[in-house]
């Protein structure tokens, strides 16, 4: 009964490569988000998504996109693959777009070649 | 713009011991919530507690309590009788109202070491 769930736990990839991580809830909230860890453990919000509304982080480069089919789906594609793009990727998800608490998938660990 | 910071690194305590750890914020925002998650060396992101701006009650889960002084803008961690899986990344959260402001901003996070 895994409440935010990602796919792959574990992406090696070379340079210049595309690739994509997956991410559902199965908590029917509304509200779904990205966040990237880096090697020191500083977490930065990436993308904030629910039905009506993409909110980008202004410091993200647009080779990063997420792509919701629907309400439980938050995919994340990264294009052009680059060294610095080698960390943690946590989904997470929240019933609103407000205060309420978010609850995080168990991360992707991403290594650019 | 909103900021967490947690001042300590790291911490150690010792086995059945109480441990608090300090995390202070700052925002303009008149309403906004609190939050600590525990990272294990698992690396899964684990939510323990939540605070709300207008709680008039620090806010309590099990062993963990947040200690809420809203004047001088702290929103600590105290874990009562430490046990050897509370060793872990803690990290500090906060969130205000909707669109942007309501992502989640961290602090650098403490991490935790309980001695046996």
């Known amino acids: 009964d895994t409440a935010v769930s990602q796919t792959p736990k574990y992406l090696v990839t070379q340079m210049g490569n595309d690739k994509s991580i997956k991410c559902e809830q199965n908590l029917g909230h509304d509200t779904m988000y990205w966040y990237k860890q880096d090697s020191k453990k500083f977490l930065k919000i990436m993308f904030s998504y629910n039905n009506k509304e993409l909110i980008i982080n202004e410091t993200v480069p647009n080779r990063f996109s997420p792509k919701s089919p629907d309400k439980a789906h938050l995919n994340l594609h990264i294009n052009s693959l680059e060294l610095g793009d080698s960390a943690v990727y946590f989904c997470?998800?929240?019933?609103?777009?407000?205060?309420?608490?978010?609850?995080f998938g168990p991360g992707t660990r991403l290594l650019v070649l | 713009a909103q900021k967490i910071t947690q001042t300590q690194p790291g911490m150690f305590v010792q086995e059945k011991e109480a441990v608090t750890l300090d995390c202070t914020y700052d925002?303009?925002?008149?309403?906004?919530?609190l939050f600590w998650y525990k990272q294990p060396s698992s690396g899964e992101m684990i939510f323990l507690i939540y605070?709300?701006?207008?709680?008039?009650q620090n806010a309590t889960e099990g062993r963990y309590s947040l200690n809420f002084q809203k004047a001088r803008k702290s929103a600590n961690l105290v874990i009562s009788a430490s046990q050897l899986g509370d060793s872990a990344m803690y990290f500090c959260?906060?969130?205000?109202?909707?669109?942007?402001?309501?992502?989640?901003?961290f602090g650098k996070g403490t991490k935790l070491s309980v001695k046996p």
């Open positions: 997470a998800s929240s019933l609103r777009d407000s205060q309420e608490t978010q609850y």
């Open positions: 925002t303009s925002d008149p309403s906004y919530g």
């Open positions: 605070q709300g701006s207008y709680d008039q």
């Open positions: 959260a906060m969130r205000g109202d909707g669109g942007s402001q309501g992502n989640l901003i």
